[in-house]
């Protein structure tokens, strides 16, 4: 007698199959990768350092758990990654701080692992969970921008989306930065942009792991940061903008805001008082600041654009206004503004901005330099300069950031200063894209998306020793900028480009990969309503 009433029924072998397949499918749950989720893992930006996919899907659901390791800055990834899934998933997606074995579950969780360094992580996507580890939460920060670009662009949506199959293709990725400086610079000196938009700024330049947020807080325009002992600088300097708009300023409690908010996107931000030039809006604020008769201002009836001494500027020549090295008030000026802004900046940065000094005489330039150097010191941070100021006394503690001149880079290498590069002709983003671009500016150049990928930091200038080089900065400038729609049309797609070129390794870095890559990004930005230009040499993907 058999137990097996079908062995006697002729169907023996369909019903062990039929048998079978039920138990590998209550067993295993996987599920191949979908063309879109593979096309998601390859085009990752920046370039992670190596990828492997494995066939399969993970699926985030409303069971999905966030596990928070121990470690310090853990759980404030954990809340981060978690408040950027919820909105669109609609899943509740608890954050919990236990060691989980972790089926249905995203694990941060710090390791020790050398070859990942202070920024990097390594995400590895099974078929039922998804697991970033990383040296420190910075590394997991990344890691979870990364896991942001894996998942459908409707992530980012700021509502529920419904219908949405939330999956990632299963694999590997190890990833660290090439630079340790991937930065982005903001003019909010020639027009003023408020907190709320450079909150938005932040959250656009984190998603490609840009690290530092450079602002441009002084120029002859306008004055943009609250310094109590010298209130009419935002009094009076702070009033107006490039065109005579209304300008304003950043009190010292709202600067404190950007900067909070940027270290929790692990991003160090880096404020400049441009000196001893682009000082008009000091200049009008306290009379006494103006140079001596000495300084040759050039006659304002010359250039018609420029302003006579004393009055508020809003056009858009540079090289007229300089400190005057002679007066003591200078130093007292100087050392109030940088002692405040010291104490308000947790970076390790002071930004002394010694650009295009036209009417400064070479050799009170040298002297401004070499006593910045000296006072930037005295509070505790390290100084940076545009390249003219190569021509100090530098030492390996300085930063100098190279936008034109090779000669000025090497003079800076070879008296031992580090060096960030942001040549004008690829990462101005405030160049135009062609001639038919209405925003922006071309006197260095028309930059378009593939020319301002195509260049690298350790070939750019012969002669500069590869140890030397920091890192990558793009800056943007706001002479013609005056809305964030303005400024995303810009930064995007060119913004990525620079990231790239800052983390990834220069054997993952060529444009016709990156083109490919750069298409498939389109369609999120399109949901995230970021305005960017649809360049003719990108095969948008939508
Ligand atoms: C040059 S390059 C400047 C800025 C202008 C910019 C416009 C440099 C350090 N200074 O003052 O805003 O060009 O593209």
């Known amino acids: 007698m058999s137990v097996l009433p079908f062995k006697l029924s002729g169907f023996y072998p369909v019903h062990l199959l039929t048998f079978l397949t039920l138990i590998v499918f209550s067993c295993d749950r996987s599920k191949p990768a979908s063309p879109q989720a593979k096309l998601r893992f390859e085009s990752i930006i920046p370039n992670p350092v190596s990828t492997s996919m494995s066939g399969n899907m993970f699926t985030l659901t409303d069971d999905t758990r966030i596990v ?35 089926k249905d579950a995203v694990i941060l969780s710090l390791a020790d692992d050398k070859e990942l360094g202070e920024e990097g992580y390594e995400l590895v996507v099974s078929d039922d969970q998804i697991k970033i580890t990383a040296n420190s939460a910075v590394g997991l920060f990344w890691g979870a921008q990364t896991l942001r670009l894996l998942l459908p662009d409707e992530i980012e949506e700021k509502k529920v989306v419904a219908n949405t199959a939330w999956e990632v293709a299963t694999g590997t990725i190890r990833d660290y930065p090439r630079f340790e400086w991937r930065g982005s610079m903001l003019d909010v000196a020639r027009h003023f942009f408020g907190v709320e938009d450079i909150k938005h700024f932040i959250d656009l330049i984190s998603l490609y792991k840009i690290n530092i947020l450079h602002l441009h807080l002084s120029d002859d325009q306008g004055w943009r940061i609250e310094i109590k002992s010298w209130p009419d600088l935002t009094e009076i300097g702070g009033r107006t903008q490039v065109g005579g708009g209304d300008g304003g300023y950043y009190t010292q409690e709202q600067y404190a805001e950007i900067v909070g908010y940027a270290a929790r996107h692990f991003i160090t931000v880096v ?49 007229f206004s300089t400190l005057d090295v002679k007066k003591e008030v200078t130093f007292r000026f100087i050392n109030d503004v940088l002692r405040e802004l010291a104490a308000i900046t947790p970076g390790p940065y002071l930004h002394i901005g010694g650009d295009e000094a036209a009417v400064t005489k070479k050799a009170d330039y040298i002297a ?175």
């Open 68 to 102: 928070a390791g121990a470690g310090n800055g853990v759980d404030q990834v954990a809340k981060f990654l978690a408040g950027k899934l919820r909105p669109a998933t609609g899943f509740e997606l608890p954050v919990l701080n236990e060691e989980s074995s972790g």
């Open 368 to 542: 401004f330099v070499n006593r910045f150097k000296d006072i930037v010191k005295a509070n505790g941070k390290k100084m940076i300069g545009w390249e003219e100021i190569a021509q100090g006394d530098l030492d390996s503690t300085i930063t100098v950031q190279h936008w034109h001149s090779q000669q000025y880079a090497r003079m800076a290498a070879d008296k031992g200063a580090r060096l960030i590069f942001s040549p004008a002709e690829k990462v101005y983003l405030d160049m135009q894209y062609d001639s038919t671009t209405k925003l922006g500016l071309h006197w260095a150049a028309y930059i378009e998306v593939d020319s301002s990928y195509m260049w690298d930091p350790a070939t750019r200038v012969p002669g500069v020793d590869a140890s030397l080089i920091l890192g990558v900065e793009a800056p943007l400038w706001s002479e013609t900028l005056v809305t964030m729609n303005d400024i995303e049309f810009l930064l995007f797609p060119r913004l990525p480009g620079v990231a790239e070129t800052g983390w990834s390794p220069r054997e993952k870095r060529d444009w016709e990969t990156y083109k490919a890559r750069l298409a498939n990004q389109s369609r999120r930005w399109n949901i995230m309503g970021i305005n960017f230009y649809k360049s003719p040499k990108v095969p948008w993907a939508y």
């Open 271 to 319: 404020p400049e008082i441009d000196m001893p030039g682009h000082i008009n809006a000091a200049l009008v604020s306290y009379k006494e600041l103006n140079p001596g008769p000495s300084i040759n201002r050039e006659p304002a009836s010359a250039r018609p654009d420029r302003p006579e001494a004393g009055e508020v500027y809003t056009g858009t020549e540079v090289g």
